[in-house]
């Protein structure tokens, strides 16, 4: 019975083995499958848009797509478990990140405007309204605007927009 029990352990292993390669085989061969799976090669996984390799399973696992966050980390038996992020936030890119990011404001205090407003999956874009310039940031992502200096009759515009330290409107004599 020892040898019976040896030959059922080979054949196991050889099932393993061929069940193993016949996997990551059709993976590669068809683009379906199954996650988390262990990758061919060190840490790459099949597909870099939308996987990743975590470490603490030694696995490919699904990335969360934008707008959602990861929930729960994945398990070598189960994927990632996302959820979207709550209102008034966002995440723009494929993540394994366990929050979102807080939309910016453009408040009006600041000399502030929406070029696009934030959604799940956005981010909100704030410019300068008219007659301002950005002095935080960079338009048009700006975070802060001051109004423009005008120039005297009989005067000129020498230079303009520059850095934000060198923003102020040069009279020229
Ligand atoms: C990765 O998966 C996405 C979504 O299924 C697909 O659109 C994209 O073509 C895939 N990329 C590669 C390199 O297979």
Not at 6 to 18: G, M, V
Not at 89 to 96: L, T
């Amino acid at each position: 019975s020892l040898l019976l029990f040896r030959l059922l352990a080979l054949a196991i292993s050889h099932l393993l083995f061929i069940s193993y390669h016949f996997l990551s085989y059709t993976r590669k061969q068809t683009g379906v499958y199954t996650l988390p799976y262990r990758p061919d090669t060190g840490e790459l996984c099949t597909n870099g848009t939308t996987e990743y390799y975590c470490k603490n399973v030694h696995m490919c696992c699904s990335l969360c797509s934008p707008g959602t966050r990861r929930k729960v980390e994945c398990s070598s038996t189960s994927d990632t478990v996302c959820e979207p992020c709550h209102a008034g936030q966002y995440i723009a890119n494929f993540n394994y990140t366990p929050n979102c990011f807080r939309c910016p404001k453009c408040s009006e205090d600041k000399g502030l405007q929406y070029v696009q407003r934030c959604t799940s999956s956005t981010k909100a874009i704030c410019e300068c309204k008219s007659g301002m310039y950005c002095i935080l940031g960079k338009s048009p992502d700006c975070m802060e605007c001051a109004s423009y200096s005008y120039c005297k009759p009989g005067e000129g515009v020498s230079t303009k927009d520059l850095s934000p330290i060198e923003n102020i409107w040069h009279v020229m004599k």
